[in-house]
């Protein structure tokens, strides 16, 4: 019988490296050889369930190369670019990427310590979490309109999603060759922008992306928290404020008959195209109970939209981009199913959310641990040995 338990403790065994007094886990040995950011917050989350010091330790090496402006970079190079077995992108500084990822790392240490209530863990870990949030709530929200902006698609970890066709100037159907070629432009402005995204970057890519709100605003909540446990009240009345200010201008400025849409531009244009985005307001619990049920039963459970055979596709099926096979224009993920997952349980909707982890299993069961999977028919697809699908055993 497949002991789900142990499949996804042994791959992030097998995936674990030291480098140095460092420890981290990649998220697939052949396909992604490095470090990155937002996945280091999925292995500390899964860590918590069997090894509490690899949680930890996962933390650490992410934080060791924090900017000294605050931000954390979605990419470290342990082994150099070239050392690695994967095509080196040269982002402009040595050692490291020059963009961030989705604000995960207060989740994840908040986790650890709910597990083990170290806070000689958290008093060496807050000072770099206060400054990479800082570093959001000032250099991404320039003018205090509170909504935080990415500079690169990259930024909100879907890299290709359709969401960002309308920023890239990109039609809904095309070729993931010139989306690449349009992000890599984007890397080559950011280094002639000398990496400054408020005054310069802003020009060039300005996002305001659902998820990345919602994460932020979940994240500052429990970046509160540690905050508190520090006996740091200041700072835990600002984070909470700051949380509550967002969720108030995602009210104003995306907010359109119970849909948030992500935003481009100064105008604060609506992108309209459905992708799993939609569903991430349940994670950071800012719709009412009655918006979030007419949410789940008109979207998500919508079979000509997201619940297919193996939901959640990450784009609605109805959608022109929509491409089965697609990396993030379609496939199903289960790092998103897991942010879906929470938001259910957050209002009390235990009957998707069980269908959701039932579903997640059943591809492990099938298919592997693939890095996405056809929504339709299970089949595995992308990187092998994909770290991402251990997050059922945060399904609870
Ligand atoms: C892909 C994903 C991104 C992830 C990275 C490493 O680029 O789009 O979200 O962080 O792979 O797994």
Redesign the pocket.
Known sequence: MFDLHQACKQLLYQNRRCEGDFQYTL??PTS?PHQ????SCFHAIIYTHFDITSAKREILSMVARQFDNGMIP?MIYWKGPDEAPFHPIEWGKKGTSTIT?PPMIAYAVWRIFEKDGDIKFIKSVYPHLYHFYRYLLTERDPHEKHLIGIINP?ES???NSPRFDLPLNLPPIQTLEINTQRRMELIEKNIECKFDAPFCMRNFFWVKDVPFNCIMIENLRLLAKLAQNLDNHDDANYFLSKADCIASSMVHLMLEDGIYWSTYGEKYTKIKVKTWAMFAPLFAHILNQEQASKLVNDHLLNKNEFWTNYPVPTTSLDEAAFNPRG??RGPTWIGINWFIYKGLINYGFTDPAGKIKESSVALLEKSGFR?HFHPNTGEGLG?EN?TWGGLVIDMN
């Open positions: 998220p697939s992604y990155w950011f937002w996945d979605h990822q990259d970890g879907e890299d990396f993030w890095e990187a994909f």
